[in-house]
């Protein structure tokens, strides 16, 4: 079946960093572009970062560009969000999700296929 498990969220202190992971199984993940979204109560559920299936295309959120950085490891099936300089306004919940259509990094979530379940990221003093 296919699967996305997203893991790593936590409690930090602001300025604090952690890395996302997103382990797929189920379909030919190097095919697929990565997305992470976030979502807070009240909000939109918004793209933080896409990768594309060879990892040779990136989309950042404005907010995020300088702090975060998305990587995949096609080899094990998983896909990264590594956060530096974390803000209180980056807490929220974490989700990955995977796109067929992989050459191109789609930020707009009606894209993807398949989705994790996400992982909370909570950033407070």
């Known amino acids: 079946e296919v699967q996305l498990q997203a893991s790593g969220g936590g409690l930090v202190q602001p300025g604090g960093s952690l890395r996302l992971s997103c382990a797929a199984s189920?379909?030919?993940?190097?095919?697929?572009?990565l997305g992470w979204f976030r979502q807070v109560p009240g909000k939109e559920r918004e793209a933080v970062s896409c990768?594309?299936?060879?990892?040779?295309?990136?989309y950042y959120a404005d907010s995020v560009k300088g702090r975060f950085t998305i990587s995949r490891d096609n080899a094990k099936n998983t896909a990264y969000l590594q956060m530096y300089a974390l803000k209180p306004e980056d807490t929220a919940v974490y989700y990955c999700?995977?796109?067929?259509?992989?050459?191109?990094?789609?930020?707009?979530?009606?894209?993807?296929?398949?989705w994790g379940q996400g992982t909370q990221v909570t950033v407070s003093s």
């Open positions: 189920g379909f030919t993940f190097d095919e697929y572009a």
């Open positions: 990768i594309n299936h060879r990892a040779d295309t990136t």
């Open positions: 999700a995977a796109d067929t259509y992989g050459v191109r990094p789609k930020e707009e979530d009606y894209e993807y296929d398949y």
